[in-house]
């Protein structure tokens, strides 16, 4: 599955700015898809994911309340609004997608396989949020 964000840029802490996610190829029957990010020096962290299937969202904590994740089926494109930032979101935000969801969910949750490699993985987009 091929990935490619958008959207990230500059904002003033309690900014707001919005991802997206266009995905295509691939022949998964569900494309579970999520968003991670990493800041200079950090993790990997999944931060929000979305189920294909059911619709099923998950949050990690350090987000919930502020990011928004939601997804457009017919064009297979995920978003990420993310209001009211602050100077700890900052980072590298990715794209992933799946054909499997406990993997990705986990990960979001915080008790997934860090080493797991995901169907598809986008190039990421810098978001920097200035105070």
């Known amino acids: 599955v091929q990935l490619a964000e958008s959207g990230g840029g500059l904002v003033q802490a309690g900014g707001s700015l919005r991802l997206s996610c266009a995905a295509s190829?691939?022949?998964?029957?569900?494309?579970?898809m999520g968003w991670f990010r990493q800041a200079p020096g950090g993790v990997r962290e999944g931060i929000a994911c979305i189920n294909d299937e059911d619709g099923r969202i998950a949050y990690a904590e350090s987000v919930q309340g502020r990011f928004t994740i939601s997804k457009d089926n017919g064009a297979k494109r995920v978003y990420l609004q993310m209001d009211n930032l602050q100077p700890e979101d900052p980072g590298v935000y990715y794209c992933a997608a799946d054909g499997a969801w406990g993997p990705l969910v986990d990960l979001v949750l915080g008790v997934g396989n860090t080493n797991y490699r995901f169907d598809g993985w986008g190039q990421g987009t810098q978001v920097t949020v200035s105070s």
């Open positions: 190829g691939g022949d998964l029957i569900y494309v579970h």
